[in-house]
């Protein structure tokens, strides 16, 4: 009896035989036998593209079927790869998220398919050809899985295979991309077949007559080169018959798209082009251990048949190539009188060449010069080599441990928009910031960073989309200085603090002039000295600027002081045996230091003379072991002060005579109150983390600890007692080495 089958049902019958081909190509390959899980994910993918179809008119599911298909017969990748390629459209083109795909199948996939997701449309679609350098950096390092982009070479493949179906325009775009992007990455990977395939895909959309004429050259010259083949291989038949291996004689054709770029490279036509044809023999070695030896006897048989080229011959099977590539290559001489190349091979060495990732991705690659990343590149695909080369059952599972960590040196973040941007590793949003304008980086306040808030200080990663916030209150201060990594924003910052200085400089000046003017004190290089003197200043103009920033405020007894005639001759003599001494030891070459105002005895700090006899200043806060001044005020008590206090600072300017030498010689009794500020990422259990360091490490106490989280960012002022500022330093060390703490400093 006929059943007759309606549409629908012929439809769910080609979906299902695709599908059940696939499993069976599975179950032949060397992989553990996972048919559930691929099972679950051909259902669920089916399900989400539901009713949509591809512009062939195919129900959609055909192509993540393909893919898969290409995933595990052409490349041999296993089922989490097989689950991911018939999921890889699913979080692009449906409802369903990532998270879904997560629940449903696990994290590796999940994260295979969101890196997929990534790569296509996403978040930069449509700058993929017009950046196409940049993009094949990209894939390379955003993912940190290679199965990514192997996955999104077999989409591009199957894409290829059917864009007969696409508009004109979409063909020679996607044939564009495919020959710059896709052909050189499945290259390098060692996809041999699939580049070829690529490279003649492309070159048919692109040039459709010039690939028709040399298939139809090629066709035309068929029986010729059989003919030459039969004759050339039968002799070598004979002689590795009486070998007694089992081995393989093929014809190896060039492929259309690397005969016309021959032809154009060289500008020579079809007829010239000498190695269309070239013949393989591939073994199977009668063990592992005789494959070496095996390629030499045949080597030694074909000899005895025919000359060989004395330079052509190439040992790559005692001398691998760097990128694995292993066969020996000999040119012979035909009875025709044609050179001939022969490779021979053993079944390993061939499957490598032509699947493996390992081989030919630098051959014939156009690039002489190795740089550092693909010396980088070279190290890491010897590794997939070895594992390939062992081929365990659950091998592709090492994959997992594998991470790409290429062109280390670069990172590519993305603009709101989906621009590609490169910046040198390690650079900050301040960085970014000033790559895009110099007004950004100038009043950059922070960013958002994958839709998050992050302070200028934020070092970027690769795949980074960052948005840059301003606002107009922003400016450059000399600690962006630290914060910029870049030349170009050092160069920027630093011209803006430049042309701001020049500008308070000049206002300084103006407002010292006035108030001389005020005070009928007339300008001259003494008066200016004395002030810089008064204020412990070293230059004219750090003094205006601090004049025009208000550091330095001008009052009456400033005045008073510039009046008066004695002082300042006093002074001007001071000022004069100053130079003499530093004259004098120069000379001599004795040391100067604390020779200017320590003519005193330096107070000794001890337990008992800092609880009764000085006052420890209070606002900052000397600990043993800081490098400390005392300074009698006036009520005669002496206060002891470190020498960095600001206030110190302008007392020893002012009042040098009043000044003390002082040190420390304390044993670890007295406690001192400190604060340290930490400043990181807020992360769970990075309090405790700290805390542990504090208080079970250096078993410090804890006397108050104030915290606050912003936007992921963790801030925290901790108050405890210490003995001395060694002591600090040694908490602070041990803070920084906590990964989430960015910053820990004494306040
Ligand atoms: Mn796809």
Not at 98 to 109: L, P, Q, S, T, Y
Request: some cysteine; hydrophobic content about 40%.
């Amino acid at each position: 009896m006929d059943t007759v089958l309606t549409n629908v049902e012929l439809e769910e019958q080609m979906v299902n035989d695709a599908f059940q081909h696939l499993i069976d190509c599975y179950l032949a390959s060397k992989h553990r036998k996972k048919v559930d899980i691929i099972t679950k994910a051909f259902n669920f993918a089916k399900h989400a593209h539901k009713g949509v179809r591809r512009l062939s008119g195919e129900p959609y599911i055909m192509h993540p079927i393909a893919v898969a298909q290409i995933v595990c017969s052409e490349i041999g990748l296993g089922s989490t790869s097989i689950c991911s390629a018939l999921l890889h459209d699913v979080v692009e083109d449906t409802d369903y998220t990532v998270e879904d795909i997560e629940n449903m199948f696990g994290a590796k996939i999940a994260q295979i398919v969101d890196g997929l997701t990534k790569i296509s449309g996403g978040i930069f679609g449509d700058h993929a050809s017009a950046q196409a350098e940049n993009f094949k950096k990209l894939l390379l390092t955003m993912s940190d899985d290679i199965r990514v982009i192997i996955i999104k070479i077999a989409d591009r493949l199957h894409n290829m295979r059917t864009l007969g179906s696409q508009a004109v325009n979409k063909q020679y775009k996607i044939a564009g991309e495919t020959l710059y992007i896709y052909a050189p990455l499945a290259n390098r990977l060692g996809l041999n077949s699939i580049k070829t395939e690529l490279e003649d895909l492309s070159f048919k959309f692109e040039h459709p007559e010039e690939y028709a004429n040399i298939s139809k050259k090629l066709e035309a010259t068929k029986i010729e080169r059989d003919t030459v083949f039969d004759e050339f291989a039968a002799p070598i038949r004979t002689q590795l018959d009486d070998l007694g291996i089992s081995y393989e004689i093929k014809q190896r054709i060039k492929s259309p798209y690397s005969i016309w770029h021959k032809m154009q490279t060289k500008q020579i036509p079809f007829e010239e082009i000498y190695d269309i044809l070239a013949v393989r023999i591939i073994f199977d070695p009668v063990e592992i251990d005789t494959e070496l030896n095996d390629c030499f006897d045949i080597y030694v048989k074909l000899c005895k048949i025919y000359k060989s080229h004395p330079n052509r011959t190439r040992d790559w099977v005692s001398h691998p190539k760097a990128n694995g590539y292993q066969a020996l290559h000999v040119t012979l001489m035909s009875k025709q009188g044609e050179w001939i190349e022969v490779q021979i091979r053993s079944r390993r060495m061939n499957d490598i060449a032509e699947k493996g990732f390992a081989a030919h991705w630098k051959y014939k690659d156009g690039e002489k010069t190795e740089t550092a990343s693909e010396q980088e590149l070279d190290k890491w695909l010897s590794t997939i080599k070895e594992i390939l080369d062992d081929p365990q059952p659950d091998a592709m599972d090492f994959l997992d441990t594998i991470k790409l960590n290429l062109f280390a040196s670069e990172i590519f973040v993305f603009t709101p928009k989906g621009e590609i941007r490169t910046m040198p590793a390690g650079s900050t949003t301040l960085d970014f910031a000033f790559s895009i304008h110099t007004f950004v980086g100038s009043h950059c306040i922070g960013a958002k960073v994958n839709h998050k808030l992050v302070p200028i200080n934020h070092k970027l990663n690769s795949g980074d989309q960052v948005e840059i916030l301003t606002s107009k209150s922003a400016h450059p201060t000399r600690e962006w200085l630290s914060i910029a990594t870049t030349a170009k924003a050092t160069t920027k910052i630093l011209s803006i603090l430049r042309k701001e200085e020049r500008e308070s400089r000049k206002k300084g000046e103006e407002m010292l002039d006035e108030f001389l003017r005020k005070n009928e004190i007339e300008k001259n290089t003494l008066i200016i000295e004395k002030l810089c003197n008064l204020y412990d200043i070293s230059k004219s103009d750090a003094l205006y600027v601090a004049i025009a920033e208000g550091s330095v405020k001008l009052t009456q007894a400033d005045a008073n002081a510039l009046k008066d005639k004695e002082e300042l001759a006093g002074w001007k003599k001071l000022f004069s045996f100053g130079r003499k001494v530093m004259k004098q030891d120069k000379k001599k070459g004795k040391e100067v230091v604390g020779q200017g105002f320590d003519r005193k005895k330096a107070l000794v700090l001890t337990e008992d003379s800092v609880q009764n006899k000085y006052t420890l200043c209070e606002c900052c806060k000397p600990i043993p072991g800081d490098s400390v001044m005392g300074y009698i005020d006036d009520d005669k008590h002496i206060v002891i002060h470190k020498l960095q206090c600001p206030n110190a600072e302008k007392l020893k300017a002012n009042h040098g005579n009043r000044v003390l030498a002082a040190q420390w010689s304390m044993g670890r009794i007295l406690l001192f109150p400190v604060s340290i500020r930490v400043k990181g990422f807020d992360k769970l259990g990075l309090l405790h983390d700290m805390t542990q360091v504090i208080s079970q490490i250096h078993s410090t106490n804890i006397n108050k600890l104030e915290v606050e989280c912003n936007n992921g960012i963790f801030e925290c002022k901790i108050q405890m007692y210490v003995h001395d500022a060694k002591e600090v330093q040694d908490i602070i060390a041990s803070l920084r080495d906590i990964p989430d703490v960015k910053e820990a400093s004494r306040i």
